[in-house]
């Protein structure tokens, strides 16, 4: 059935192609909606990016289709138009009758009481606005197009029974004929167990071009000191240090190993290996809790705040390394810095920029959008394997949550691919104390 959806204006600074991905429904756009988005079309942020955008495309249409207050076809057999309350909304108890939202709203009232043979839907991201939607009325919902399944209770490591004599033959070839392919996933760990014997079991990872689990090839004695915990840890370091997997998403709560497994991985195969000629490491400049301003001094004393996290893994690293005698090239991380081979930089200026044969970590993904992560993916040249690490329940960004965020949408949509690895670290390892506040606060 043909439906109205009424959209609100962060739905289009979020995803400004929003407009052609409601299939054959019509769309109507508040007036008031154009005019907070043109608030934001100076702006150097992607927030900015995506107000011209909108701006581009409306104008598009306007131009080739006719005026957007009567109202224009859009390609699925929808339509579009920008629409105008008949009457400023008074003002409810409770409620600011200058508002923007409350005029917004009054948009989506006047359609639905209009045009009643056809139900209409306001579309927003602001969950406040969708329960005043909800005390007036109005039938509302988030904006679903760039969102992903929640992975607080996905399993990275499948666990699955079969013949003891299949753990075997895992431990004597290296590999066994991957049992109920149907239900995997490329690149996703495999647990075997023995149907008789619950101790006996064997880690692995499902190759989909071969239909097989493999065996993993993280080293006993680990990379740079760091040797994994838990059976998470080992097949994330196995999908770091394979250079046929291209894309890494590991995702888990504060201790679990992201980062500084990434970065070990990246160590061993840019500095020890040869294999890529830089490690690249980058995080979003994203506060914690309130901001302290302007920050002295020049770009490397004002970045060095935000980069001090991953300062601090290298440093770790570096240490570890030394106190067994596995310093590379007896260097410490200054020098490695000094000379290129490792870079830490923000992701402010990443766009333009073409990266061939390096190791690329970002850390904290989940503060970045869908549409910066496409950006970050795309810059990746021939030979670069790229780590995103973060955790979706720990968003400083206003405008993504769990689902929306770019590291969640990123882990789903390349989930089936065979270039791709995805992790679920849930185990803390960080400190016991560590552990206890990230489950108990």
Not at 89 to 111: F, H, R
Not at 200 to 209: N, Q
Not at 351 to 358: A, D, E
Not at 360 to 383: C, F, M, S, Y
Request: aromatic residues 6%; negative net charge; glycine residues 8%.
């Amino acid at each position: 059935m043909r439906k109205n959806y009424v959209l609100d204006a962060n739905v289009l600074l979020h995803d400004p192609h929003a407009i052609f991905k409601f299939e054959d429904n019509d769309l109507i756009i508040p007036i008031y909606a154009i005019e907070e988005i043109d608030q934001f079309k100076r702006e150097g942020s992607e927030r900015g990016r995506n107000a011209r955008t909108i701006a581009r495309l409306l104008d598009g249409l306007r131009s080739a289709a006719g005026a957007l207050s009567v109202g224009v076809p859009l390609e699925r057999g929808g339509s579009l138009r920008i629409a105008i309350p008949e009457r400023r909304p008074n003002a409810l108890v409770g409620l600011d009758s200058k508002s923007q939202d409350l005029a917004i709203l009054q948009v989506a009232i006047d359609v639905r009481d209009k045009d009643k043979g056809k139900p209409t839907i306001f579309v927003t991201m602001d969950t406040n606005l969708r329960i005043r939607a909800d005390a007036l009325g109005v039938t509302s919902e988030t904006y679903e197009s760039q969102s992903a399944p929640d992975t607080e209770n996905e399993l990275s490591v499948l666990e699955v029974e079969v013949p003891g004599t299949d753990v075997d033959l895992f431990f004597q070839n290296g590999f066994v004929a991957a049992p109920h392919p149907s239900a995997l996933y490329p690149n996703v760990g495999v647990l075997l167990r023995d149907e008789a014997s619950a101790t006996h079991t064997a880690l692995g990872r499902y190759d989909a071009s071969k239909g097989q689990v493999v065996a993993l090839r993280t080293p006993r004695d680990g990379v740079m000191g760091v040797r994994p915990r838990n059976k998470e840890q080992a097949y994330a370091l196995d999908l770091l240090l394979d250079d046929t997997i291209r894309l890494v998403t590991l995702i888990g709560k504060a201790g679990t190993g992201k980062t500084l497994l990434a970065l070990a991985a990246g160590l061993k195969r840019t500095v020890e290996d040869g294999v890529y000629s830089r490690m690249l490491v980058s995080r979003p400049v994203m506060p914690l809790g309130r901001d302290l301003g302007f920050l002295p001094g020049d770009v490397d004393e004002k970045l060095n705040p935000w980069m001090q996290p991953i300062f601090d893994n290298l440093e770790f690293l570096f240490t570890s390394g030394a106190s067994r005698g596995k310093n590379v090239d007896g260097r410490g991380f200054v020098q490695l810095l000094e000379s290129g081979i490792v870079q830490v930089e923000p992701l402010t200026y990443i766009r333009g920029r073409s990266l061939p044969h390096q190791y690329l970590i970002v850390d904290e993904a989940q503060n970045l959008t869908p549409h910066e992560v496409k950006t970050i993916i795309t810059r990746a040249g021939e030979g670069t394997k790229i780590i995103l690490t973060g955790d979706p329940h720990q968003i400083d960004n206003p405008y993504v949550d769990h689902a929306s965020n770019g590291l969640s949408v990123v882990a789903d949509r390349f989930k089936q691919e065979q270039i791709a690895g995805h992790v679920v670290l849930a185990k803390g390892e960080r400190s016991e104390l560590a552990e206890l506040a990230a489950n108990l606060l």
